[in-house]
């Protein structure tokens, strides 16, 4: 079993800045990179951002580089996205996942879904 919750969401104007969290359960949290994906209305989801299990490793988006910082602590089981400078597009509900497999780098399949957190940045 694992559970995944997010927080942080709400709604923010352009130029401003949000930090979303993502809680894991479980005590082998250390074992698993983690990733960021949000999903608009009417699109595919997509990917934003991604951490190695130690936090050294991270890839992001093009869409978001520059703009959005992800990490982890994992004494206490959390991975954050520190978003800034947020954009009319980043609106969507954001979502955290983690694969099947530990010690998984660079990740290509996620296995596992937070519930999301909205994310609305107006103009």
């Known amino acids: 079993q694992v559970q995944l919750v997010e927080s942080g969401g709400g709604l923010v104007q352009a130029g401003g800045s949000l930090r979303l969290s993502c809680a894991a359960s479980?005590?082998?949290?250390?074992?698993?990179?983690m990733g960021w994906f949000r999903q608009a209305p009417g699109k595919e989801r997509e990917f934003v951002a991604a951490?190695?299990?130690?936090?050294?490793?991270?890839y992001y988006a093009d869409s978001v580089k520059g703009r959005f910082t992800i990490s982890r602590d994992n004494a206490k089981n959390t991975v954050y996205l520190q978003m800034n400078s947020l954009k009319p597009e980043d609106t969507a509900v954001y979502y955290c996942?983690?694969?099947?497999?530990?010690?998984?780098?660079?990740?290509?399949?996620?296995?596992?879904w937070g519930q999301g957190t909205q994310v609305t940045v107006s103009s």
């Open positions: 951490i190695d299990w130690v936090g050294i490793n991270t």
């Open positions: 996942a983690r694969p099947s497999s530990e010690y998984y780098w660079p990740v290509k399949q996620y296995n596992y």
């Open positions: 479980g005590r082998t949290f250390s074992r698993y990179s």
